[in-house]
């Protein structure tokens, strides 16, 4: 596969990244939110390991999907490897390059944070056991979700330039979440 074909790939593998990253923080962040805790902790109580594990289930999801956009490593799917494959393709120009560069070095310190969760909590467990990560780290979901609606300008911003596309992330898995909580409810009381 030529670099041409394979950053039409990259494109597409980090747009479905970007996606369900989106989608896992949609139904973390429905448990979470103060609007729909009350519903939460109503089936949190009648089905606690299912809630439980979900809610942890689906934030590790977002971090793994998040850590994986910006890795550096050239044998994975990620923004540094797709502006490698780019400027072997001589498709943009180098002010086009430097402002997707920069646009990646903004997201920076929100990629350590996620980097630090992915690497001494969830991906790795670190044995310095005095080591608070929510203490350290200081994330917010608001945080992740400016993290992950950067991620989707970017890969668009990118995307519309390399092949006029652009991706449409007007889908959301809080909707659904939020009518399965409310349905629980609901059919408890029947």
């Known amino acids: 596969m030529d670099n041409a074909n394979k950053c039409t790939k ?3 593998e980090l ?4 996606y369900v990253a989106g989608l896992n923080y949609d139904i973390w ?6 609007k729909y805790r ?3 902790l109503d089936a949190d109580d009648h089905y606690p390991l299912f809630f439980q594990t979900s809610l942890h289930a689906h ?11 910006f890795e550096k490593r050239h044998d994975t799917v ?4 797709l502006l490698f494959l780019m400027k072997q393709v001589n498709r943009f120009n180098m002010k086009e390059i430097n402002n997707i560069e920069r646009k990646i070095e903004k997201l920076n310190p929100l990629w350590i944070k996620i980097s630090t969760l992915r690497n001494k909590v969830f991906g790795h467990k670190t044995n310095e056991f005095n080591f608070d990560p929510w203490q350290q ?3 917010t979901p608001n945080n992740i979700k400016k993290m992950i609606q950067r991620c989707q300008k970017l890969l668009n911003d990118i995307s519309r330039k390399w092949n006029r596309n ?6 959301s898995a809080q909707p659904s979440t939020r009518d399965l909580l409310k349905d629980l409810k609901r059919l408890r009381k029947l």
């Open 137 to 139: 780290v200081k994330i």
């Open 15 to 18: 747009h479905h990244t970007i």
């Open 78 to 81: 990620n923004f540094h490897h």
């Open 59 to 69: 934030f590790v999801a977002v971090i793994v999907a998040l850590y994986q956009l």
């Open 10 to 12: 990259h494109i597409e």
């Open 166 to 171: 652009a991706y449409a992330y007007n889908l």
């Open 29 to 34: 962040r429905t448990y979470k939110g103060k």
């Open 38 to 40: 009350k519903l939460f």
